[in-house]
């Protein structure tokens, strides 16, 4: 018997998002377990398969987790090493508080991990910026 011929549950799986995840994966697999024909049980080798395309899913999940978060710090690093590169350069851009700050770039500082463009008294997020000029550093 397929999963589908298993039925009675509450919401569609997986509807909201359309992709069979390792919940919905093992919900249909009790599903299909709590209901099957008890004189015609699943056969030992579907079963098995069947638990191995759940470990290979949860295997699959973890990896793009950790692909997602080493993209994640790959562009985060990418966005310092280009706020540092700003050193000596002329930028404009608005500011948290709304006003525009520009001149040259002094130093980067760094507040939870994301630059902070010094320049003069004032300070600028890296992401605020407008307008990039050349300066000393060209």
Do not use: C, H
Request: charged fraction near 20%; glycine fraction near 10%.
């Amino acid at each position: 018997k397929t999963a589908a011929n298993y039925g009675n549950q509450q919401e569609p799986i997986a509807a909201a998002n359309k992709e069979l995840g390792k919940d919905e994966f093992l919900l249909l697999l009790t599903q299909q377990l709590k209901y099957q024909d008890p004189l015609s049980p699943m056969d030992n080798q579907d079963f098995i398969a069947q638990m191995a395309q759940f470990s290979s899913l949860e295997q699959m999940q973890n990896m793009n987790k950790n692909l997602s978060e080493y993209l994640n710090v790959a562009a985060l690093n990418d966005q310092r090493y280009q706020a540092v590169s700003l050193i000596g350069k002329e930028v404009a851009g608005i500011t948290a508080g709304g006003y525009e700050v520009s001149g040259k770039v002094d130093a980067v500082r760094f507040e939870s991990g994301l630059p902070v463009l010094v320049i003069g008294k004032d300070e600028l997020a890296f992401s605020g910026v407008s307008r990039i000029s050349g300066g000393s550093g060209q």
